[in-house]
């Protein structure tokens, strides 16, 4: 059964792009979350949707960063302007719900030079 | 100068022996605890759960006891292998939040051949 699937793997580009992070989430899940990690902070929450709607933004660091999920397959995260203290690794979870365990994909990987 | 990151609690056991992982969470409300493994290069894995009217649950070499009194989790490994060596999260759902979950800060697990 395919997992959560993250893309791209690896992201490097220079600051001041603009870095689109894609996640496609268990099919039959109707939570997806995403999340940031690095070494000084650990494992961060986002934002999450259920049911394709936002539901708390409140871990969005700044206006920079936006999340959509236009349908139930598929969610972007988007970094505009980024910034190298942006640099970490992204990863989507998606959940059925309420007390189910939420699933990760293995992540993308951003560096921002 | 030197970056400062988070410092992960270490434990480190010989193969064949069993390790115990503690975590204390902070929301006497939570009704729903994850334990996930992490390896380098990847998302945080689902090992076990269990839900707050349960005081323990047992998987496949895999033991989660949970002491709602003093608010404490712990993950036990019975004859912990080369393969188990990564890090370690606990995670609570804080009821009604939609399945947002609190991860804790890790615990790296080393295990010695």
Redesign the interface.
Known sequence: DAGVIQSPRHEVTEMGQEVTLRCKPISGHNSLFWYRQTMMRGLELLIYFNNNVPIDDSGMPEDRFSAKMPNASFSTLKIQPSEPRDSAVYFCASSGGGNQPQHFGDGTRLSIL | GE????HLPTLSVQEGDNSIINCAYSNSAS??F?W?KQES??????II?I?SNMDKRQGQRVTVLLNKTVKHLSLQIAATQPGDSAVY?CAE?MGN???????G??TELSVKP
């Open positions: 970056s400062v990151g988070l009704d729903y994850i996930y290069g990847k998302g945080p894995q689902f759960d839900r999260f759902n939040q939609g399945g947002k979950l609190i991860f800060q890790g």
